[in-house]
């Protein structure tokens, strides 16, 4: 399965960009990261996702490293609503299943 | 478009009833999972379905659990026999044949076993 870390938990204040880490060293080179979130009691909901090059959509973006064994997803200005446990994954094998780690959860301080 | 649909958003089982949550997954998606989510833990996979086929069951526990994607109709995940421990929300996500990105979450079934 696929292997990913990033830390418990992470704090920002309102207005203020978040970087939040992804730690991916297994992931081959056709496997794609994707990030999800998750408010709580809600389903999780699909954030961004890349291969090689950096992305930017309306929700965030996605820096990744040039090794691909890492990557960051950059909130530009958090907002309270963007509390939530953010999760980090890619697809190893050729699978279609996403497995998921255990998460960020980000607290944004008003 | 509507997303991933799941019913019932909620479900309370004696323990020994069966559980069934159902999954309509996005109009065109073809392929679909089930996670289950412990309280106060995360998503844990557990099993890939497409149309009439399971591709991938690493994440069923061995008994008591099934799941099927019929050629009309929903997908199920079946609960036998269900015992405290299956207290969990359950989300089912959908993506199209050959995607191989994104897909999408609906908004949980929270079965509570008492």
């Known amino acids: 399965d696929a292997k990913t870390t990033q830390p418990n938990s992470m704090e920002s204040n309102e207005e203020e960009p978040v970087h939040l880490p992804c730690n991916h060293s297994?992931?081959?080179?056709?496997?794609?990261i994707h990030w999800y979130r998750q408010l709580p009691s809600q389903g999780p909901e699909y954030v961004i996702h890349g291969l090689t090059s950096n992305v930017n959509n309306r929700m965030a973006s996605l820096a990744i490293a040039e090794d691909r064994k890492s990557s960051t997803l950059i909130l530009h200005r958090a907002t309270l609503r963007d509390a939530a446990v953010y999760y980090c994954?890619?697809?190893?094998?050729?699978?279609?299943?996403?497995?998921f780690g255990t998460g960020t959860k980000l607290q944004v301080i008003p | 478009n509507a997303g991933v649909m799941q019913n019932p958003r909620h479900l309370v089982r004696r323990r020994g009833q069966e559980a069934r949550l159902r999954c309509s997954p996005m109009k065109g998606h073809s392929h679909v999972y089930w996670y289950r989510q412990l309280p106060e833990e995360g998503l844990k996979f557990m099993v890939y379905?497409?149309?009439?086929?399971?591709?991938?069951e690493s994440g069923m526990p061995k008994e008591r659990f099934s799941a099927e994607f019929p050629k009309e109709g929903p997908s199920i995940l079946r609960i036998q026999q269900v015992v405290r421990g299956d207290s969990a929300a359950y989300f089912c996500?959908?993506?199209?044949?050959?995607?191989?990105?994104?897909?999408?979450f609906g908004e949980g079934s929270w079965l509570t076993v008492v």
């Open positions: 297994t992931i081959s080179g056709t496997d794609y």
């Open positions: 994954s890619y697809r190893s094998g050729g699978y279609q299943k996403v497995t």
């Open positions: 996500a959908s993506s199209p044949a050959n995607s191989g990105n994104t897909i999408y």
């Open positions: 379905l497409q149309k009439e086929n399971i591709i991938d």
